[in-house]
């Protein structure tokens, strides 16, 4: 039985900024290949996830 983890990777235009915006909101993410890794896991609520969303909306500019 194979088990995937709920890994995203987001294109974006300027990774090194769109990685600092998200830490100012306390969204943890890493640059992978010129995208932004983000990995929820079980801790993570839906109101980590909804944060989430709300600042790469805000922050859309910066996404490819």
């Known amino acids: 039985r194979h088990r995937h983890g709920a890994l995203v990777c ?34 993570n609520s839906v109101e980590d996830i909804d944060v989430v969303l709300e600042a790469l909306a805000r922050h859309k500019h910066l996404l490819a």
């Open 10 to 43: 987001v294109k974006s235009n300027d990774v090194d900024e769109l990685v600092a915006a998200l830490r100012r909101w306390g969204v943890v993410t890493s640059e992978r290949d010129g995208s932004v890794r983000i990995s929820a896991h079980a801790y």
